[in-house]
């Protein structure tokens, strides 16, 4: 146990990392976790599943980060010899499904704690795209067992928060660190009132994403082309080749160097989200470039009660007056924009969290024993909500630079308190 440097080893498995960035909002919480944890003295780990994605080299790597093939992700024997840390205090995963059938063995291999990082509700994205009973019941169960399963959790919401009560997690057990965006490596463009240009960003192999676009596409932005309000929407984001087709105004970027160069340049920001659940991390981005959003109710989950930053309208067919409305006002674009802005600086900073969960970290090693580790039938996890989909749209990448038993350290400090404890 490392108290004064607590350990942690974050597992992530995704095809939505280019060199050191992420292009969705899962691994966009888990990397922000694991790097401003790290910049607040944690010694951190990151495992990354072998998805063909271009992961870069050290340069493009804060912290410590393994490469390692499927077969020995999801196989705790093989995934802890491959590690070969001798301290880890916590394990991180933010998939129940996995979390139930390879945490608790990973855990006890590496003598950690399980932590359940609850990124999203995926009951809730299910009942919010009309799925079967069953689906969203099946759904339900698996968190339901990742939370009892788990030694302690984070939630990034209010909503989760009574989730996992409701579970029957005691509080002390759980950390409320909210998504948040990292002031300093956002770049305040404000908006730019002569661009006329909307921007979303998002996965689009995500479902509730792809809606959001068919409704810009298909209800949005010809309304306003009817109202002779000449805009332009710019959408950031990979997604399958049959939505991201450009034309009617809509421009598609796919992936982008840098979430900076994708915002500059437009006026408005758009989260017309109908599904979905947990908190935003494109509307955290765009608050932090000091941009004004138009958002639904389900966009501003998890942001203060007050939203600054965020025009709430959840009638699809008001957002072409709304969006009208705005683009004439100059004044309270750029209203709107620094109140946002202001909100990350100040609340919603990923510095500011990164250092809580390092708090959070030492006051559950310190005070609290580890929970109890229950019999768990990890054959019944099933497989995560994003594999199917992103399986689906063969939007998964084959392993390119490591094979079972082979895995690749991208970045591995020997040296330093950091390193302390570790062979």
């Not at 992961?55 to 093939?69: C, E, I, K, N, Q």
């Not at 933010?94 to 704690?113: F, K, M, N, Q, T």
């Not at 979303?200 to 596409?217: E, K, M, S, T």
């Not at 989200?273 to 470039?289: E, I, N, P, Q, R």
């Amino acid at each position: 146990m490392s108290i004064t440097v607590p350990s942690l080893v974050f597992l992530l498995d995704t095809p939505n990392v280019w060199r050191g960035q992420a292009l969705a909002g899962t691994p966009a919480r888990t990397l922000a976790l694991a790097e401003h944890s790290h910049r607040a003295g944690a010694a951190v780990t990151m495992v990354l599943c072998d998805r063909g994605a271009d992961y870069g080299t050290a340069a493009d790597w804060p912290f410590d980060l393994a490469l390692v093939h499927p077969n020995d992700f999801y196989t705790p024997n093989a995934l802890a010899g491959l590690l070969d840390l001798a301290t880890v205090d916590f394990v991180v995963l933010c998939e129940a499904e996995s979390l139930v059938s390879i945490g608790r063995d990973l855990a006890r291999l590496l003598d950690a704690r399980l932590v359940y990082d609850v990124h999203d509700d995926d009951a809730a994205v299910a009942a919010s795209l009309g799925e079967p009973a069953e689906t969203v019941e099946g759904h339900a169960t698996i968190q339901r067992v990742a939370l009892r399963t788990a030694d302690n959790v984070i939630v990034s919401t209010r909503n989760e928060t009574t989730m996992a009560a409701t579970t029957g997690v005691p509080s002390v057990r759980t950390a409320l660190l909210p998504n948040g965006a990292d002031p300093q490596q956002r770049h305040c463009w404000g908006p730019d009132a002569n661009a006329a240009t909307l921007v979303f960003l998002g996965n689009l192999y995500y479902q509730p994403n792809a809606r959001a676009v068919d409704a810009i596409r298909s209800t949005i932005l010809p309304a306003l082309h009817a109202d002779d309000l000449d805009v332009r929407v710019r959408v950031i984001g990979r997604g399958p080749a049959e939505l991201t087709h450009d034309g009617s105004g809509i421009e598609f970027t796919g992936r982008v160097d840098t979430i900076n160069d994708g915002l500059r340049g437009t006026t408005l920001a758009l989260a017309p989200l109908t599904a979905g659940s947990g908190a935003k991390m494109k509307v955290l981005d765009y608050l932090a470039a000091g941009l004004p959003v138009l958002g639904t109710s389900e966009a501003v989950t998890g942001l203060p009660p007050n939203h600054p930053g965020v025009v709430v309208e959840d009638a699809l067919s008001q957002w072409p007056a709304r969006i009208a409305a705005l683009m004439r006002d100059p004044t309270a674009l750029g209203e709107i924009g620094r109140a946002g802005r202001r909100c990350v600086e100040g609340e919603l900073s990923w510095q500011r969290i990164g250092a809580d969960l390092v708090r959070q970290g030492r006051a559950w090693l310190t005070t609290l024993p580890p929970g109890p580790s229950p019999a768990i039938d990890n054959h019944c996890a099933g497989v995560p909500r994003w594999l199917i989909e992103h399986a689906d749209q063969h939007a998964l990448g084959d392993p390119q630079t490591t094979r079972p038993g082979q895995p690749r350290w991208l970045r591995r400090q020997t040296t330093g308190t950091a390193a302390e404890g570790r062979r």
